[in-house]
């Protein structure tokens, strides 16, 4: 955090209004980073007991004790976080490690997640939409399958190398990511081009709307997303799979391509089918699950049909072609059975007319091979756009390749939802400061992304190792594993003013040394 300048930042633009207080702004904002990125088992809201054995002095800078990083400070650091705008000053932070580290960011992830709030907050009974000035924490599509609390909504944009988040934004708890990402596109996407320059906007199949499509194309930005098949043309495409002359994909072993063109919402793009063979075989025993317990369900819904009596047979009729419509995999020829009724009780005599007829509608459930083949034949596949025409810049490879790193932000997410971050429930006093502790939590995954780079990128570029795991030598260590690492390095003092570096060990040494001088000097 020394090194990118994260607290220098936060206090330029925020700076202490008075000198009774003994920590700043953005030495409050630092101080909640190291204790998000503990992995203790503490909460990330501060309490002075998780600083009382660190050495805030090294850390942070001389002066500061425990006691002052309480629960006061961090409510008005947040706070003013929240009026700063916390995208805004996010964003600026963002550019300032990207420069830092070096990353082109050629390519911009897209994605939203969701953490539920415990709380009422400003919640639709109580508060308008003209009286908010900051995110509504309400109910929604519950990500983190709590659908009984109110939630907010995280949207991240990060780079594709290093996974570090370029931009973040939080919204209320009921917006979906189709309407968060058209919004996203519209309001910032001329700060991204001008700032970042990425070549190429990548997000999933929310993002590919046409509002959104055509916002994008107007802006001159080019886009990878993947298709949804609940457009037709992509649904024909992805059944069409077995008749089609697919070319393997260089570069990925068992994938399969073909390409086609199409002018979705008026943008003339590619649309290139893949095939994985490998998950198509694994799909096999799902699809064969989710077809039994489908067409279980739809034979017993005929089952129940067939006892409910109709007036006519034309009811009948319609009620049968309303569960034929319904049913997926079942199919069945209609039997109308039609049922004598009187009034009178007990067995009628022979000759007795009835006084009405009651109509029941029946058949026989069964399954055709063409259902079988025709959900086999989607099976392992899935359509990705772009308009970017260039096929020589950007065959199907380099397509697959670039959309893949979509994992970078998915992982983010699960970084942030980890046990061991505990920031899976939030709990403030005001949703201002669940906003502003939003934007704490992604700079946590920022400066974790960023040493996780710089550890990796330092030891291939000076030839060293770092023992993995199973102590062996590996070049690509998680952040997680180098924080578990280095537990155990204590300060020693001796009378008072005399203190000593005691417990390194040789692979933290590698860590400290590969980094450079900044991290040599708070571990010397």
Request: net charge neutral.
């Amino acid at each position: 955090m020394q090194e990118l300048g994260i607290a220098d930042h936060i206090d330029r633009r925020a700076p202490k209004v008075s000198d009774e207080w003994n920590i700043s702004h953005g030495e409050a904002v630092v101080a909640m980073i190291i204790n998000g990125l503990g992995f203790t088992g503490q909460s990330l809201h501060m309490f002075p007991q998780f600083f009382s054995n660190k050495p805030l002095d090294k850390l942070i800078r001389e002066g500061i004790e425990p006691e002052h990083i309480n629960d006061k400070v961090l409510g008005r650091t947040l706070d003013e976080l929240f009026e700063l705008g916390v995208s805004k000053v996010y964003f600026e932070l963002a550019i300032k490690v990207a420069t830092h580290l070096k990353l082109p960011c050629d390519a911009l992830n897209l994605d939203g997640t969701g953490f539920h709030v415990d709380g009422r907050y400003n919640s639709e009974e109580e508060v308008s939409d003209e009286d908010l000035n900051c995110i509504r924490l309400c109910k929604g599509y519950s990500r983190d399958h709590r659908p009984d609390l109110n939630q907010a909504i995280l949207l991240l944009l990060t780079e594709n190398r290093a996974g570090i988040p370029m931009f973040m934004k939080a919204a209320s708890g009921n917006v979906t990511d189709k309407t968060s990402f058209k919004q996203v596109v519209s309001e910032h996407i001329k700060s991204f081009k001008a700032a970042l320059n990425a070549r190429y906007f990548i997000g999933d199949a929310a993002l590919y709307v046409a509002e959104t499509v055509q916002e994008l194309s107007q802006q001159d930005q080019l886009f990878i997303s993947r298709v949804p098949l609940n457009i037709g043309a992509a649904k024909e495409l992805v059944q069409s799979a077995p008749l089609r002359s697919m070319v393997e994909v260089e570069g990925f072993e068992h994938y399969e391509s073909v390409e086609t063109l199409s002018d979705y919402a008026g943008v003339v793009q590619r649309w290139v089918l893949f095939r994985n063979n490998q998950s198509q075989k694994t799909e096999q025993k799902t699809l064969t699950r989710r077809m039994q317990k489908k067409s279980l369900k739809e034979f017993k819904e005929l089952e129940k049909l067939g006892k409910k009596p109709f007036c006519c047979e034309s009811d009948a009729m319609e009620a049968f072609k309303l569960w034929q419509k319904q049913s997926v995999y079942c199919q069945a020829e209609p039997e109308i059975i039609e049922s004598p009724c009187y009034k009178t009780k007990g067995r009628p005599a022979d000759g007795t007319v009835p006084d009405h007829y009651e109509y029941y509608v029946t058949g026989s459930c069964t399954v055709a091979v063409q259902t079988r083949r025709d959900a086999e034949a989607s099976l392992g596949c899935f359509v990705l756009a772009t308009n970017d025409t260039d096929t020589v810049r950007l065959d199907a490879g380099e397509l697959l390749r670039t959309y893949k790193s979509q994992q970078q932000v998915e992982r983010g997410f699960r970084f942030l939802k980890s046990p061991d971050f505990l920031v899976s429930s939030l709990y403030l006093k005001k949703p201002e400061r669940i906003e502003a502790l939003l934007m704490v939590m992604t700079l946590c995954l920022m400066v974790y992304a960023a040493i996780q780079h710089r550890i990796r990128y330092e030891l291939k570029r000076q030839s060293r190792t770092f023992p993995d795991m199973k102590k062996k030598p590996a070049q690509n260590p998680t952040g997680r594993w180098v924080f578990l690492c280095f537990d155990g390095i204590h300060v020693l003092s001796v009378n008072g003013t005399e203190k000593h570096m005691v417990g390194i060990s040789e692979r933290q040494s590698t860590i400290i040394f590969i980094l450079g001088s900044t991290y040599q000097e708070i571990y010397s």
